[in-house]
């Protein structure tokens, strides 16, 4: 439904929008349409899915903030 909604408005890559996987949700042609969208934008396909492992984003590490030696012992007196 959210990628039917996305294809509807002008401007949004809806085709980027997919299922669990890499599964592209639509059917018919809407579905083709959507993988030749993919296709064209280089995203590669292993079978029926989304090469999940050369496409996903991996959103960034937070860094965690470094504790000094003071502040540990301060923590652990409180």
Same mark, same amino acid.
């Given at each position: 439904m959210v990628a039917r909604a996305l294809h509807d408005s002008?401007? +949004?890559?809806? $085709?980027r929008v997919l299922g #669990?996987?890499?599964q592209i949700k639509l059917q018919?042609?809407? !579905?083709f349409e959507q993988r030749f969208r993919? $296709? #064209?934008e280089g995203v590669t396909f292993r079978g029926r899915r +989304?090469?999940?492992k #050369?496409?996903?984003y991996k959103f960034p590490k937070k !860094?965690? #903030?470094k504790v000094t030696p003071t502040q540990k012992?301060?923590?652990?007196a409180s």
């Open positions: 002008f401007d +949004v890559p809806w $085709q #669990a996987g890499g018919g042609e809407g !579905a993919l $296709q #064209a +989304v090469d999940m #050369a496409h996903e !860094a965690r #903030a012992r301060t923590r652990r």
